[in-house]
């Protein structure tokens, strides 16, 4: 069992706070999946912060409007730690805390859903130098990263309703999607953040998704550590082949619910009607996926297995792992036009993945009745009138709570009414006129 | 940081706050609480603590904690001596105990591989397992490691070892999630999850 709450600063900013940040909004009843109450410690610039959404009757656009510096992505980012992975920018968990702060960040929300109120916490808490005996191996609910690195490791914690859970965990509590302007390369740049892009996707459908791959990975990491240290037999072959194994066992799972969301996806963009945003036709490329078109689990799992033991020599020279679903790639192509994504104009790849973004949730709110949350970072600025319009229906008729920032309110005027305009400033929020 | 003014007290608190589950303030309060009760609580303790620690050691057979040599359960031969059942550490072998749906004997790993964690076969009690299922009155060999990767990694492990071994090796049948640890498992669960069991 992890250490008592004292230490995390969990339970603090779960309490009501008497202080000057809170905001308090009202409009009334409720359905669908959203935030009701956001509260921030340390994160970014926020000091402290306690946003309450508890009056509002249903799922609805959120505009965070301010000047560049104001911290209307830092709360986007904050809100993407309550699902499983490194948020929207990547960070490390130690660059989140604010400058100055003497306590780790942490984030806690309640979230309702169609099961009803879930309160999640998640937070960074630095574990100091390992002394033998009193780490517990695994450590349930925490995740230790960049184990190499020379510095102290950096624990996430998380928290669903009281209790600790592993972060990939947060995949049951709710789905949470965005695109941020350093997503607009995801066509022309390299694999791995198309093969994030995707694996988020997946989320929203295969909850365990996230544990698969965690399995995978670890099991990868072992198989490289003995190769690279002891060679093409690793010390005891018979352990590469326990490893190997569990990479067959855990890659084929990786890749057979990629197989599956691209499925429900390209269906869904398929019975959408043409609209503003270009349809795009999917594929993926991959090893295992490969595979599984045309072979059973149990077959591409043993030839998996057979093809990592062979790939031993080669993987220990390299220092990498030549072949498996951690190089697999989501190809995209402009249906209309039948151009591949990255040889379309810059325009047409935001515009393919807007579009692909709202399938993902009609097709999320459709089968699984679980709409995502949304967030969508100075989306509104790089769209033209048309595109924004478009944009802005698509997302009332979706009803999702859909977080969007802008440095200009006025652009989101045609969000209409059931929109909460708030304006952000030197990590303050205010209620907009 | 302990400050009670007493240097012998400091050292107890210190001491007790190393506990898995404790920290400085629970430790403080313990201490408090023995300090109050201390012929009804904290003289049968200190003996208690001492007794344990002179007496119980690891046995050599299947890695169990007892006082005597072998263990009360591998030399109680009321037991199936046929079939080893492998656990992680003395905790889940308390826990399937407690349960009582086993009759067999166990074999205590001492912990799990973890090439990064710098866990080898060697520092397992992997060895002495082979040896032990090598003789002709063991005819199965349950896996009950911890459904996480470096559990079932470890299992695998043990089944290619056991290749040779002319041993039936099964496994738990887990309803476990991944991550889950026998130690934290019901009877019920535990039980189930022994007369599933199936060929791994
Ligand atoms: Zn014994």
Request: glycine share 10%; hydrophobic share 40%.
């Amino acid at each position: 069992m992890p250490p008592a709450t004292e230490e995390y600063g969990l339970a603090q900013t779960a309490h009501d706070r008497a202080a000057d940040n809170i905001v308090a909004v009202s409009t009334a009843a409720s359905s669908g999946q959203m935030l009701r109450r956001l509260t921030l410690a340390n994160f970014r610039n926020y000091r402290e912060l306690d946003l309450r959404l508890t009056d509002i009757a249903r799922p609805c656009p959120i505009v965070l409007a301010g000047p560049n510096g104001a911290g209307k992505t830092n709360l986007l980012e904050a809100i993407s730690y309550l699902a499983p992975g490194r948020g929207i920018r990547g960070a490390r968990l130690g660059d989140l805390t604010r400058l100055g702060a003497v306590g780790p960040w942490s984030v806690s929300a309640r979230l309702q859903t169609p099961a009803g109120e879930i309160e999640v916490g998640t937070g960074m808490q630095a574990v100091a130098a390992k002394s033998a005996g009193e780490t517990e191996g695994g450590g349930n609910g925490t995740d230790v990263e960049d184990p190499s690195s020379g510095r102290l490791p950096e624990r996430r914690i998380v928290r669903i309703d009281g209790s600790a859970c592993r972060p990939a965990g947060l995949a049951r509590i709710a789905t949470i999607l965005w695109l941020t302007p350093r997503m607009d390369r995801l066509f022309v740049e390299g694999s791995s953040a198309r093969r994030r892009f995707l694996d988020r996707l997946v989320l929203g459908l295969h909850v365990g998704h996230g544990r698969e791959i965690a399995a995978y990975e670890r099991a990868m990491r072992e198989r490289l550590n003995l190769l690279t240290h002891h060679g093409v037999d690793g010390g005891d072959p018979a352990w590469l082949t326990a490893l190997e194994r569990q990479m067959a066992e855990h890659g084929v799972a990786v890749a057979a619910g990629r197989i599956d969301a691209i499925g429900h996806l390209t269906e869904q963009i398929a019975n959408q009607p043409a609209g503003a945003f270009p349809k795009a036709v999917l594929a993926l490329q991959g090893l295992l996926e490969t595979g599984l078109q045309t072979m059973a689990a149990l077959q591409v799992e043993e030839d998996f297995a057979r093809k990592l033991a062979a790939n031993r020599a080669l993987d220990a020279r390299s220092g990498r792992t030549s072949e498996g679903p951690h190089r697999s790639d989501m190809l995209a192509t402009h249906m209309a036009k039948g151009l591949a994504a990255n040889l379309c104009s810059t325009g047409e790849q935001k515009a393919l993945l807007v579009g692909l973004l709202l399938a993902n949730a009609a097709m999320l709110k459709a089968r699984e009745d679980r709409p995502p949350i949304l967030l969508l970072d100075e989306i509104a600025a790089h769209l033209d009138e048309a595109h924004r319009r478009a944009l802005f229906e698509s997302l009332l008729d979706l009803e999702c709570q859909t977080w969007l920032t802008g440095t200009d309110m006025a652009l989101f005027s045609p969000l209409g009414g059931d929109t909460l305009r708030l304006s952000v400033q030197d990590g303050q929020i205010l209620e907009a006129a | 940081m302990n400050r009670s003014g007493s240097v012998e007290i400091d050292r107890l608190i210190q001491i007790l706050a190393r506990l898995p589950g404790l920290g400085p303030r629970s430790a403080r309060r313990a201490v408090l609480h023995m300090l109050k009760k201390r012929d009804s609580l904290m003289a049968p303790l200190a003996a208690a603590i001492t007794d344990v620690a002179e007496k119980v050691h690891v046995c050599a057979t299947c890695g169990n904690l007892d006082t005597s040599e072998p263990c009360a359960i591998c030399s109680d031969h009321r037991r199936n001596r046929s079939i080893i059942c492998i656990v992680e550490e003395v905790a889940d072998l308390w826990a399937l105990e407690r349960a009582g749906s086993f009759s067999g004997l166990y074999h205590v790993l001492g912990g799990v591989l973890s090439a990064l964690d710098g866990v080898t076969p060697e520092d397992l009690n992997i060895a002495s397992l082979i040896e032990r299922a090598g003789s002709d009155e063991v005819e199965e060999v349950i896996l009950a490691t911890n459904a996480t990767v470096d559990g079932q990694t470890t299992a695998h492990y043990i089944t290619e070892r056991l290749k040779d071994a002319g041993v039936a090796v099964t496994a738990l049948a887990h309803g476990v999630p991944v991550g889950g640890e026998l130690d934290y498992l019901d009877d019920g669960t535990l039980t189930a999850a022994m007369r599933a069991r199936r060929p791994f």
